[in-house]
C-alpha cells in the first residue's frame, strides 16, 4: 500500500503541508482558505476568488493571464468553494508539468508558485477597490452559476432538502451565495472583505509532487506571507431532535421524480463512532452492492440509481433516487425497510466484510491524485483533529456490528422531499 | 510480448496479441494503489445494421440495444457481478459510447482475482426473457433522467440536426419504445456478432507485474472455445456533406437558455496517424479560435454572452464527426449569430501568429501529462485510440509538427455555413 507522507509546517500566517512523490507527472499547489458559514458574508465570499483568479496587476486581463498559464504549459489554474460543515472554503488551485518530463527546462515550480502570490496578493485594484469592470463580470457569472441550480434537478433538488431540513441553521446557505445579495457587492466592499478574508481566515497551502522540502519552503517563506492569526472555530448548532419528520412536495415540470431523504446521524468525522458510521453507509447505500441499490433498483426495478452519501462535518445522511412520480409510496417504503433492517443488524458478515474492502479501495483509490490527497488531509484541518490516514484507514476495518447497529439507533430521519411532476396522479 | 519504451515519459507498455485474436496493454504504474482495467469491444450505438454471425443478410437493431446488453452483461444466472466485485474489493463499472462499449474495473488488492472476474463475466452472457423484462424500467429512468437533462437534451439535438441518416444521431440509451422491443434473443445476436475476442481489447494499468498479468490472461483465454470468426459487415447509409437542419429550438423547464454551434466534420473515413494529425489540428485550432486566452472569448465574456459553461469540442470517428461550441447565454440568438461570424473571419484570413500556435501547442503538450497521471484517462483513450488505427505515445510528437498552414488549410476547409448547424435551449415559461 501506497500511503502518503504528510509534513506539515508553521509559516507566516499559515500551514504548509508537503506531500513528496514522483507518481505523477505534474506538481499541484493548493492553498486554502476557511471561514464560518455566514449569510452576511457567503455571497462576498462566493465572489472573492472568481474576481481574484481572473486578473492581476501584473496581467490585468484575463486574455493576458490565460496566455501565461498556456505559455507555462498549460498549467491549469482554478478555484473552487465547499462547504464543509458549517465552514466555507475557498480553494486556489495550480497544477503544472513537472519539467522533468519536458524537453524545455523552465523552472516550472518557482513560477507556479510565483503566480499563485500574484493571484493571492497582488491584485488588480485601483484606490483601495478591485477593478470595477472584472467585479462586474464576475457578479454576472455568479448569478447565472446560482441561476443554473434549478436546470440541474438532481443538484437543484438535493438543494431543496438541505433548505427545507437545516431552516434557520447556516448549514442552509449554498456555497455560491444568495442571489440577492449579489448586486449590492461594490469594488469597494468587496476589497474590503478580500482584506478581512486574508487577515482573519485560517490558512493552508498544499503541495504535492516531485519536489523539495527546502526549495518549496524556500519558495513558500518568499512569496507568501501573511500576519499571524487566531482561527475562529465555531460551535456546532443544536438540532431539535424531537421534531417531527417534514415532508415536501414541489411540483414542476419533470419526467422524472426526485426523492431525496434526509437524515440525521448526529455523528462527524473525529467521533469515535464516526468510522462505524462510514460502514453504515456502505452497508446502507454507499455502493451497487449495497441494500438500496438492490432493493430499490435491482428488485423494484424502481430506479436507475439510489445511493446515500454522508456529510462528514455537518453529521448528515442523504439518500437520493430518480423514480417515476407515481412509484413515490412504495420507493419511500422500500428506502424505510432498508433503514429498519440496519437497526435491527439485519444485515450479514459478508455484507459488511464486503463493504470494508470496498471503502477501503475507494479510500486508496483518492490519495492516487493530488487532488484527493489533499481533500482527505483537509478533514484533518475542519475537524481540528490529527487523524493519520493510516489510522483511519485501521479504524474502519475494525468497525463492529454491534457498534454499527448502535450508530443505526441514533440516526434519525429528519426530511422527505420529493421533486414530482405535472403529470403525477397525486 | 513485446514491449515499448516512451523515454520522455519514462513510460513501458507491454502488448501481446493473444491466439484468439484479443488485443492485451499494460501499463505498469509505480507508486500507484490502483490497478485500472477496461475489457473493451468495438461496438456501440451506431452499430445497429449488421450482418449477424453466420448469417448472410443485414439486420436492423432495436435502438438502445448496446446499451441495453452492457447493463444485462452483469447479470448471471447466480446473482449480480458487482457483487462478486465488491466482495474481492474491487469497484466495477462500465459505458457505451457511439461507437465502443467498455467494462472495467479498478481495485487496490486482489488485482488478479479481479481480473479473472472482469474477463470471465464479459465473456460469458446469461440472459433470460424475466431478467431482460425487469431492465427495462430500470433502463427506462435512466431515459427520463436524461429527458429531463436540459444538456443532454442540448447535445443530442445538435446531432440530430447535424446528421440526416447516420446512426450517431440516435441516442445511446434508445428510447421507452424502442427498448421495450428487445429480447434475451436480439441480445444473443449482438453479443456473438461483437463481443467475439478479435474485435476485442484488454488494457490493465497500474502497480502489476505485466509478465504475471499477461500469462494470466494467456492461461485464461486459452480455457475458452474460440472459432476464428470473418470480419464484420456493418452498414451505414449515405450521409451528405451538409447539415440536415439548420436551427431547432427546444423548450425546457430551465431559467437559463443555451445555444449549441456545430459544424460537421470532413474526411471523416480518416484513421491512423491522418486522423490523429487531423483532430489534434482541429483541437489546437478551436483553442486558437476560443480559448480562455483567445480575442474571442475575452469578447463573448466581457459581453455577457457567455460564462464559465462555455465549452468546445471536437468528435472524430469512423463514419462522422463533429466540433460543437457554446454554453448558458442571455441572448442564445445573438451568441449563435457572433459565433457563426468569428468562425467565418477565421476562414478568411491567416488569424494567427506563431507565437499565439507555439504557446497553444505547448498548452495540449502540458495538458497531455496531465492527462497521462490517470490510469482512466490512459486506459480509456489508447483503447479508443487503438481501434482508430492510431497510437496515444504519438500525441506529442505530431503535437510539435502542427503549424500555421495546417491551421489555415483546415479552417479554409471544414467552415462553411452549409455545415453550420444551431441547437438552443429555451425557458419553456
Redesign the interface.
Known amino acids: 500500500?501506497?500511503s502518503m507522507a504528510e509534513k506539515v509546517i508553521e509559516m507566516q500566517g499559515y500551514k504548509l503541508h508537503l506531500i513528496e512523490?514522483?507518481?505523477?507527472?505534474?506538481n499541484t499547489i493548493v492553498w486554502k482558505m476557511k471561514a464560518p458559514l455566514s449569510k452576511g458574508d457567503v455571497t462576498k465570499r462566493a465572489l472573492l476568488p472568481h474576481v481574484l483568479q481572473s486578473s492581476s496587476n501584473k496581467y490585468p486581463?484575463?486574455?493576458s493571464l490565460?496566455?501565461y498559464?498556456?505559455?507555462?504549459?498549460?498549467?491549469?489554474l482554478y478555484v473552487d468553494l465547499a462547504k464543509k460543515g458549517e465552514y466555507q472554503v475557498i480553494s486556489f488551485s495550480i497544477?503544472?508539468?513537472?519539467e522533468k518530463?519536458?524537453?524545455d527546462q523552465t523552472p516550472l515550480l518557482k513560477k507556479a508558485f510565483e503566480l499563485m502570490s500574484e493571484i493571492l496578493t497582488n491584485p488588480h485594484i485601483n484606490n483601495n477597490a478591485f477593478d470595477r469592470?472584472t467585479v462586474e463580470?464576475e457578479k454576472?457569472?455568479l448569478k447565472?452559476?446560482i441561476?443554473?441550480v434549478?436546470?440541474?434537478?438532481m443538484r437543484y433538488s438535493n438543494m431543496r432538502l438541505v433548505e427545507e431540513m437545516c431552516k434557520g441553521e447556516n448549514y442552509a446557505l449554498e456555497v455560491n451565495g444568495v442571489l440577492e445579495d449579489v448586486d449590492p457587492i461594490t469594488p469597494e466592499n468587496l476589497y474590503d472583505y478580500f482584506l478581512k478574508a486574508f487577515s482573519e481566515d485560517e490558512m493552508d497551502l498544499y503541495v504535492v509532487g516531485d519536489v523539495k522540502e527546502a526549495e518549496v519552503q524556500e519558495f513558500a517563506s518568499e512569496l507568501l506571507h501573511f500576519e499571524s492569526r487566531s482561527v475562529k472555530n465555531i460551535e456546532i448548532a443544536n438540532v431539535d431532535n424531537n421534531r417531527e419528520v417534514k415532508n415536501i412536495k414541489e411540483t414542476?415540470?419533470?419526467?422524472?421524480g426526485k426523492l431525496n431523504i434526509g437524515y440525521r446521524t448526529h455523528i462527524v468525522y473525529g467521533d469515535s463512532d464516526y468510522n462505524a458510521l462510514q460502514v453504515f453507509n456502505g452497508i446502507f447505500g454507499g455502493?451497487?452492492?449495497s441494500k438500496l441499490?438492490i432493493n430499490v433498483?435491482?428488485k423494484a426495478?424502481?430506479?436507475?440509481?439510489a445511493a446515500s452519501r454522508l456529510e462528514s462535518h455537518k453529521g448528515l445522511m442523504m439518500v437520493m433516487s430518480?423514480?417515476?412520480l407515481k412509484n413515490f409510496d412504495q420507493a419511500v417504503r422500500i428506502i424505510n425497510e432498508q433503514m429498519e433492517a440496519m437497526k435491527n443488524g439485519d444485515f450479514t458478515d459478508?455484507e459488511l466484510?464486503?463493504?470494508k474492502?470496498?471503502i477501503?479501495?475507494?479510500m486508496?483509490?483518492t490519495?492516487?491524485?493530488?487532488r484527493g490527497m489533499v481533500e482527505v488531509l483537509y478533514h484533518n484541518v475542519v475537524s481540528g483533529h490529527d487523524i493519520k490516514f493510516d489510522n483511519w484507514l485501521n479504524g474502519m476495518q475494525k468497525a463492529t456490528k454491534e457498534e454499527i447497529i448502535e450508530v443505526a439507533k441514533k440516526i434519525d430521519l429528519d426530511t422527505i422531499y420529493f421533486l414530482t411532476g405535472t403529470e403525477a396522479v397525486k | 510480448m513485446e514491449n515499448l519504451m516512451f523515454e520522455q515519459l519514462q513510460e513501458e507498455l507491454y502488448f501481446e496479441k493473444m491466439s484468439n485474436g484479443l488485443h492485451v496493454y499494460i501499463l505498469p504504474k509505480k507508486g500507484f494503489n490502483k490497478t485500472y482495467a477496461t475489457f473493451t469491444t468495438k461496438y456501440g450505438s451506431v452499430d445497429n445494421t449488421f450482418v449477424p454471425l453466420g448469417k448472410e443478410e443485414f439486420v436492423k437493431v432495436p435502438d438502445g440495444i448496446a446499451h441495453f446488453l452492457e447493463h444485462k452483461l452483469f447479470e448471471k444466472e447466480d446473482g449480480d457481478v458487482f457483487q462478486q466485485f465488491s466482495r474481492q474489493g474491487a469497484s466495477a463499472n462500465a459505458f457505451t459510447s457511439f461507437t465502443r462499449t467498455a467494462y472495467l474495473f479498478s481495485s487496490t488488492s486482489s488485482v488478479e482475482k479481479n481480473l479473472e472476474t472482469l474477463i470471465d463475466f464479459v465473456q460469458d452472457p446469461y440472459f433470460t426473457e424475466k431478467t431482460v423484462e425487469k431492465e427495462k424500467g430500470i433502463i427506462g429512468q435512466e431515459i427520463t433522467m436524461y429527458d429531463d437533462n436540459p444538456d443532454w437534451r442540448l447535445y443530442f439535438g445538435l446531432i440530430q440536426n447535424l446528421y440526416k441518416n447516420h446512426p450517431v444521431k440516435i441516442d445511446i440509451a434508445g428510447t421507452i419504445e424502442s427498448i421495450s422491443h428487445i429480447t434475451k434473443d436480439w441480445l444473443y445476436e449482438c453479443y456473438h456478432t461483437f463481443y467475439h475476442p478479435s474485435n476485442m481489447l484488454l488494457f490493465i494499468v497500474g502497480p502489476v507485474d505485466p509478465k504475471a498479468i499477461m500469462d494470466l490472461v494467456r492461461e485464461n483465454q486459452a480455457k475458452k472455445e474460440y472459432s476464428d470468426q470473418p470480419e464484420i459487415k456493418r452498414k451505414f447509409e449515405e450521409e451528405p456533406e451538409s447539415a440536415a437542419v439548420k436551427k431547432q429550438v427546444l423548450k425546457m423547464n430551465v431559467q437559463t437558455s443555451k445555444t449549441l454551434l456545430g459544424i460537421k466534420a470532413l474526411h471523416v473515413d480518416q484513421s491512423g496517424t491522418e486522423l490523429l494529425k487531423n483532430e489534434l489540428t482541429m483541437n489546437v485550432f478551436l483553442d486558437l479560435l476560443f480559448g480562455k486566452s483567445s480575442v474571442n472569448y475575452e469578447k463573448l465574456y466581457g459581453e455577457g454572452l457567455i460564462d464559465e459553461t462555455f465549452s468546445y469540442d471536437y468528435t472524430q470517428e469512423q463514419g462522422f464527426g463533429f466540433a460543437m461550441v457554446g454554453g448558458d447565454t442571455r441572448e442564445p440568438d445573438k451568441l449563435a449569430e457572433t459565433l457563426q461570424e468569428m468562425l467565418m473571419t477565421a476562414k478568411s484570413g491567416s488569424a494567427f501568429t506563431e507565437e499565439q500556435l507555439e504557446r497553444a501547442i505547448k498548452k495540449k503538450i502540458g495538458s497531455f501529462l496531465r492527462a497521462v497521471n490517470s490510469p482512466e484517462y490512459i486506459a480509456n483513450q489508447f483503447t479508443r485510440y487503438a481501434f482508430n488505427d492510431m497510437k496515444l505515445f504519438d500525441v506529442v510528437p505530431t503535437l510539435e509538427q502542427i503549424t500555421l498552414n495546417d491551421i489555415a488549410n483546415l479552417a479554409k476547409e471544414v467552415i462553411s455555413e452549409d455545415r453550420f448547424s444551431v441547437c438552443q435551449v429555451i425557458p419553456n415559461k
Open positions: 500500500m501506497e512523490t514522483d507518481k505523477y507527472k505534474t486581463t484575463m486574455a490565460r496566455s498559464l498556456d505559455e507555462l504549459y498549460g498549467a491549469t497544477e503544472v508539468a513537472n518530463f519536458l524537453s469592470e463580470k454576472r457569472t447565472q452559476r441561476q443554473s434549478f436546470d440541474d434537478k414542476q415540470d419533470v419526467k422524472q455502493f451497487s452492492h441499490f433498483r435491482e426495478s424502481l430506479a436507475y440509481y430518480g423514480i417515476d459478508n466484510e464486503q463493504t474492502a470496498v477501503q479501495n475507494q486508496l483509490e490519495i492516487d491524485t493530488a
